[in-house]
């Protein structure tokens, strides 16, 4: 099974930025693919905020929409998530996820990292 190892929360104030990392322990991920992360804060359901193809497809949930980047590293399985502008709500527990097609099937496997904590004051 692949593991996700993540890097990069912490505590910042409104308005500062923080880049998180996650890079998979694999020898080789298979394409097509996608990585990201979600996040998840207390009482609240664990919602989707960014993530990038093997093509290099970018999303963004829309409250993160012009304020977070993700990029991608294909030679260090790692993609990173550049967060700027931040604010209060932006506050949760960060996991980073991969999606990769099983070679030679038409299954998807689904990894998940053990999660940072980012957290904003206002």
């Known amino acids: 099974q692949v593991q996700l190892v993540e890097s990069g929360g912490g505590l910042v104030q409104a308005g500062g930025s923080l880049r998180l990392s996650c890079a998979a322990a694999?020898?080789?991920?298979?394409?097509?693919?996608?990585m990201g992360w979600y996040r998840q804060a207390p009482e609240k359901q664990r919602e989707l905020v960014s993530s990038i193809t093997s093509a290099g497809s970018t999303n963004y949930a829309d409250s993160v929409n012009g304020r977070f980047t993700i990029s991608r590293d294909n030679a260090k399985n790692t993609v990173y998530l550049q967060m700027n502008s931040l604010k209060s709500e932006d506050t949760a527990v960060y996991y980073c996820y991969l999606k990769v097609k099983r070679h030679a099937t038409v299954f998807w496997d689904e990894y998940w990292g053990q999660g940072t904590q980012v957290t904003v004051s206002s």
């Open positions: 694999s020898v080789i991920i298979f394409s097509p693919n996608a």
